[in-house]
């Protein structure tokens, strides 16, 4: 059974960083891309991070680039996200997802909170 | 950046109705749509990918067609636990979600 299992999350002030961590199981987790969606309170969902099955390549939207960065280390099968000039519009729930070779995500964590709030 | 437009944007519908929910893209994106299902404090489930294929393990009354812009999501007789927010994906290039439609019973 794929599970996905995301720590990391809490309050964090305005311009401060935070780093999230998955940890995968039931699956070969360096065959696939995985990737980070988040999800503000109330709102859709927003695609954050994605990374290739090696580490070799990182691909990110405008709203975080060059100040998220997304890793993984294959050895312990476990995704990172670490977060940095954080702002109040990255307040939301954050999302591991498995990336299917089609592309888009069949599995996904159950999710960690991050606030940013003075 | 592609622009996923879903609607509507809510739908109240009875125990056994057909529902159809709409996806349009912002550009032709070939047949790369998925559809997810939201319970209310849940992770997004994946429900239909590449427009029309059903995940393993999802009930036959969730169908998708469409290709190019518009894409549909049926549900072929409603059920109570069907009650959830639907969100369409596009991965053609990189990813955009559509706003969701959120289902409820009438």
């Known amino acids: 059974e794929v599970q996905l299992v995301e720590t990391g999350g809490g309050l964090v002030q305005p311009g401060r960083s935070l780093k999230l961590s998955c940890v995968a199981s039931?699956?070969?987790?360096?065959?696939?891309?995985m990737s980070w969606t988040r999800q503000a309170p109330g709102k859709g969902l927003e695609w954050v991070a994605s990374i290739t099955n090696s580490g070799g390549s990182t691909y990110y939207p405008d709203s975080v680039k060059g100040r998220f960065t997304i890793s993984r280390d294959n050895a312990q099968n476990t995704l990172y996200l670490q977060m940095n000039s954080l702002r109040s519009e990255d307040t939301a729930t954050y999302y591991c997802?498995?990336?299917?070779?089609?592309?888009?995500?069949?599995?996904w964590g159950q999710g960690v909170m991050v606030t940013v709030s003075s | 950046d592609i622009q996923m437009t879903q609607s509507p944007s809510f739908l109240s519908a009875s125990v056994g109705d057909r529902v159809t929910l709409s996806c349009k893209a912002s550009?032709?994106?070939?047949?790369?749509l998925a559809w997810y299902q939201q319970k209310l404090g849940e992770a997004p489930k994946l429900l239909i990918y590449n427009a029309n294929s059903l995940q393993t393990g999802i009930p036959s009354r969730f169908s998708g067609s469409g290709s190019g812009t518009d894409f549909t999501l049926t549900i072929s007789s409603l059920q109570p636990e069907d009650v959830a927010t639907y969100f369409c994906l596009q991965h053609n290039s990189w990813y955009t979600f559509g706003a969701g439609t959120k289902l409820e019973l009438k």
């Open positions: 997802t498995r990336a299917d070779y089609g592309g888009y995500s069949d599995y």
């Open positions: 039931g699956f070969t987790f360096n065959n696939y891309w």
């Open positions: 550009q032709n994106i070939n047949k790369y």
